[in-house]
C-alpha cells in the first residue's frame, strides 16, 4: 500500500477513535509507519490529511447507505433499511464525530465534508420519501426534507445518546421510534 494510502487510514482511525483536536500528525506518522517528511511530501499539512480522510470516511458512508437504500422496495422499506442497519452507536459516526469537534466547526475547510455529506445524504433520504408521496405509498401530508432531516438527527442524536449512556439501548430506541413513526405515514 502507497504512503498516502496508510496516512489517510491512519488519519481515517484516529479521526473517528480521538477526533481532530486529539489527533497529532506524529500519531498518525506512527500509525502508517511513515516518517514527517513522507507526510508533508503527500499533504499540505494536519488540515489538509483530515480532509482526505474525512472525505473518504464521508465516501464510505455514502456507499453504505445506499446500498442499504437499495435493498428496499418502498420508500418506507428503503428508508427503514437505512434506520436499522447495523452500527456499533458507542463508537459513534465517523462523519458525525467531526461536528463536535471546535476545531471542525471552526474551519470551513474541515467543516465542509462533514456539510456536504450530510446534505447529501439528507437529500438521498427526502429523494427517496419524495417518491413514496408521490406513489401514494406515504401521506401526502408528509414534508420528505423535514422528515429525512429528521431520519438523519435521530440517527446522528442516537450515536449522542448511546455514548452519554455507555449503552446501544438508546440508540436502538431512538431507531424504533423513527421507524414506527415512518410506519404510521404509510397511506
Known amino acids: 500500500m502507497e504512503t498516502s494510502e496508510r496516512l489517510i487510514e491512519s488519519a481515517q482511525a484516529l479521526l473517528w477513535e480521538r477526533g481532530y483536536v486529539g489527533t497529532s500528525p506524529k500519531a498518525i506518522q506512527e500509525r502508517a509507519g511513515a516518517g514527517q517528511g513522507s507526510m508533508y511530501h503527500h499533504f499540505r499539512g494536519k488540515p489538509d490529511l483530515a480532509v482526505a480522510a474525512m472525505r473518504r470516511s464521508a465516501g464510505q458512508l455514502r456507499a453504505q447507505a445506499e446500498e442499504q437504500m437499495a435493498r428496499g422496495g418502498t420508500a418506507l422499506e428503503k428508508a427503514t433499511a437505512y434506520l436499522v442497519r447495523e452500527r456499533d452507536a458507542l463508537r459513534g459516526c465517523r462523519v458525525g464525530r467531526m461536528a463536535m469537534d471546535p476545531d471542525v466547526v471552526a474551519s470551513a475547510q474541515l467543516r465542509e465534508p462533514v456539510r456536504e455529506t450530510f446534505d447529501w445524504l439528507t437529500g438521498h433520504l427526502a429523494a427517496v420519501l419524495a417518491e413514496g ?23 446522528q442524536g442516537g450515536y449522542v445518546l448511546a455514548r452519554a449512556a455507555g449503552s446501544q439501548e438508546p440508540f436502538d430506541s431512538a431507531v424504533r421510534g423513527a421507524v414506527a413513526l415512518l410506519a404510521a405515514q404509510a397511506a
Open 133 to 155: 408521496v408521490a406513489s401514494g405509498e406515504l401521506r401526502p401530508g408528509l414534508d420528505p426534507d423535514d422528515t429525512a432531516t429528521m431520519i438523519v438527527a435521530v440517527v
